[in-house]
């Protein structure tokens, strides 16, 4: 007679009526109940964590590629006759053109930069200015797609542009004046005064970043210019490129595009350490809440082995009749390995919805805490974010019920190996 099949239906039904059964009888116990609710909770977590992970990273890229460049041309300089270090370009339209030649870049504008004090009646803010072509401006996502923006952008030749922070902080609204207050002004016969404009906001955006909305400013370039003392220069050259998850691979090319006398500095450099910091913390995470999921399932080995304990008489009876010891040890693997697998998909349906109801989760505890909570200043970015990606929830299933299943093993070897003659000797 042929030996039946691993998992038949016997095995299966075994197993079910043993975690059916009542505890007096020797079914499921309360440490069962324990490793299923820690399962859960353990795997919630993870995929909680994982998706907020996922989700800080992308805004934080997202908010710095909508409103910076994706790299950026500049000029090693020339030491002046001063003593000073000139890394004006002067040749900024031809290193433009150039630059906007190389495969994959989809915009190459002349810049210039500089940090000023801006004013209206008795409140001051520090400045950082943009000079740059209306046409340029309209081309970044962070400021002329922004959704919480408002003005006329096409006024933007008219007079300047500013972060949503700069706006309230100062109090500016569309049509108001605002003055910039540069040290680096006109130069006369008694020193250099400090330079004071007074310009009309026509334009208030919000980048998603909170230092960028209260630092930044644009004005027209050839205004720029004028105010920063740049007549016919810009400072660097701003690159926006097709793919700037890869954009060290543009960095060769752009430096032959733009020639000896320059470099390129792109996003990563400017905030890869902070990149690095968080995937170092992620990893550490990741290992953390691993090993809450494997304490989570060791508590199957004490529910399964109160099971077996409790069902030695059965066991006995059941290899007397004829059962091996594969079928013994695959019917409380079964036991075992069921628990591991409805608390990981508890765990899956309350990670995911965590991560698609965030926001409101996020303002009730908000709420709750009873306010300030996230600080915007220290983030970065204005709520906690939450991403969900089918790698991060796979990963999480994955590691569950890998230990779930490998944990199972060991009392399910123990059940499966009791001699009969043991088990029924005091029945």
């Known amino acids: 007679m042929a030996a039946p099949a691993p998992f038949s239906r016997f095995e299966w039904m075994i197993a079910w009526?043993?975690?059916?059964?009542?505890?007096?009888?020797?079914?499921?116990?309360v440490m069962t109940w324990i490793s299923l609710i820690g399962i859960t909770l353990a795997v919630f977590a993870l995929i909680a964590t994982l998706a907020v992970r996922s989700g800080f990273r992308s805004e934080f890229v997202g908010t710095i590629l909508g409103a910076n460049a994706h790299a950026t041309v500049y000029a090693h300089g020339e030491v002046t006759a001063a003593g000073t270090l000139d890394r004006r370009i002067t040749d900024f339209a031809a290193?433009?053109?150039?630059?906007?030649?190389?495969p994959g870049v989809l915009q190459a504008?002349?810049?210039?930069?500089?940090?000023?004090?801006?004013?209206?009646?008795?409140?001051?803010?520090?400045?950082?200015?943009?000079?740059?072509?209306?046409?340029?401006?309209?081309?970044?996502?962070?400021?002329?797609?922004?959704?919480?923006?408002?003005?006329?952008?096409?006024?933007?030749?008219?007079?300047?542009?500013i972060g949503s922070g700069v706006a309230r902080s100062l109090g500016l609204s569309i049509g108001d004046k605002v003055k910039l207050i540069s040290p680096n002004g006109v130069k006369t016969a008694f020193g250099t005064s400090p330079r004071v404009n007074?310009?009309?906001?026509?334009?208030?955006f919000t980048a998603g970043r909170y230092d960028i909305d209260n630092t930044r400013a644009y004005l027209?370039?050839?205004?720029?210019?004028?105010?920063?003392?740049?007549?016919?220069?810009?400072?660097?050259?701003?690159?926006?490129?097709?793919?700037?998850?890869?954009?060290?691979?543009?960095?060769?090319?752009?430096?032959?595009?733009?020639?000896?006398?320059?470099?390129?500095?792109?996003?990563?450099?400017?905030?890869?350490?902070?990149?690095?910091?968080?995937?170092?913390?992620?990893?550490?995470?990741?290992?953390?809440?691993?090993?809450?999921?494997?304490?989570?399932?060791?508590?199957?080995?004490?529910?399964?082995?109160?099971?077996?304990?409790?069902?030695?008489?059965?066991?006995?009876?059941?290899?007397?009749?004829?059962?091996?010891?594969?079928?013994?040890?695959?019917?409380?693997?079964?036991?075992?390995?069921?628990?591991?697998?409805?608390?990981?998909?508890?765990?899956?349906?309350?990670?995911?919805?965590?991560?698609?109801?965030?926001d409101p989760i996020f303002s009730f505890v908000n709420y709750a805490m009873g306010g300030e909570v996230w600080d915007p200043s220290i983030r970065g970015i204005y709520a906690l974010p939450a991403e969900l990606q089918m790698g991060d929830v796979l990963s999480a299933v994955g590691l569950s019920l890998g230990l779930s299943f490998?944990?199972?093993?060991?009392?399910?070897?123990?059940?499966?190996?009791?001699?009969p003659v043991e088990a029924l000797r005091y029945e």
């Open 220 to 358: 027209p370039f050839a205004e720029a210019q004028s105010y920063f003392n740049r007549e016919g220069a810009a400072d660097e050259i701003e690159v926006m490129v097709a793919d700037p998850e890869a954009v060290d691979q543009y960095i060769l090319p752009l430096l032959q595009a733009a020639g000896q006398s320059y470099g390129v500095w792109s996003w990563r450099d400017s905030s890869g350490g902070f990149l690095r910091a968080l995937e170092v913390e992620d990893n550490v995470m990741f290992v953390i809440l691993s090993i809450l999921v494997l304490i989570a399932t060791m508590n199957i080995v004490s529910g399964l082995i109160m099971l077996v304990k409790n069902k030695g008489r059965d066991i006995g009876i059941l290899r007397t009749i004829g059962l091996s010891e594969g079928s013994v040890m695959r019917v409380f693997f079964i036991c075992g390995s069921i628990t591991g697998v409805i608390g990981t998909l508890l765990g899956v349906i309350l990670g995911c919805l965590f991560a698609i109801y965030i």
């Open 17 to 29: 009526r043993y975690l059916r059964a009542r505890r007096s009888e020797g079914g499921v116990s």
């Open 109 to 161: 504008a002349p810049l210039i930069k500089g940090q000023v004090m801006a004013s209206r009646g008795d409140r001051n803010a520090g400045v950082q200015v943009y000079g740059i072509h209306a046409a340029d401006l309209a081309e970044i996502p962070g400021v002329a797609q922004s959704e919480e923006s408002y003005g006329d952008l096409g006024r933007f030749d008219e007079g300047i542009a």
């Open 406 to 419: 490998v944990v199972t093993i060991f009392p399910a070897r123990r059940a499966a190996r009791m001699n």
């Open 198 to 204: 007074a310009y009309e906001v026509v334009y208030v």
């Open 95 to 102: 290193l433009a053109d150039a630059v906007g030649e190389v």
